[in-house]
């Protein structure tokens, strides 16, 4: 059954959305700064491409002092608005039956895409 979810995630804009997190995380990686972000961002991307059949894990917290610094700044400059888009693409798809299942998937990315460096998809 998630074999047939991620394919139709992926023709009606599950493709488009990781395809834009991988581009946007090759972007963040031109710079030396930005690379921990690019991957992250990468990362977030390969998982918005096949949500259906995973699940949201804690990321092991060996980042310690740095990983806490990373979580804020990624909250304040990217994560709150990738996961407001989630939410409001899971508010509209909720709306139809058919559109229910998509809906959760994109309510489990919201704590991925709002805190990458605490959570991951897998």
């Known amino acids: 059954m998630s074999l ?3 394919i139709i995630w992926l023709i009606f804009g599950g493709f488009l959305a990781g395809l834009g997190y991988i581009l946007g995380g090759l972007l963040l990686m ?4 930005g ?3 690019g991957l992250k961002s990468i990362r977030l991307g390969i998982a918005t ?7 949201v894990t804690e990321v092991d917290s060996r980042g310690g002092c740095l990983q806490l610094i990373f979580s804020i ?3 304040i400059l990217f994560g709150w608005e990738i996961a407001l888009a989630h939410l409001t693409a899971a508010l509209i798809l909720a709306i139809t ?3 229910i299942p998509f809906a959760k998937q994109h309510l489990k990315l919201v704590p991925v895409a709002l805190f990458p460096f605490v959570y991951d998809l897998r």
């Open 4 to 6: 047939i979810g991620n």
């Open 30 to 33: 031109l710079t030396i700064i």
């Open 35 to 37: 690379i921990p972000f």
């Open 49 to 55: 491409m096949a949500p259906f059949g995973k699940a």
């Open 73 to 75: 700044i990624w909250v």
């Open 97 to 99: 039956i058919i559109g």
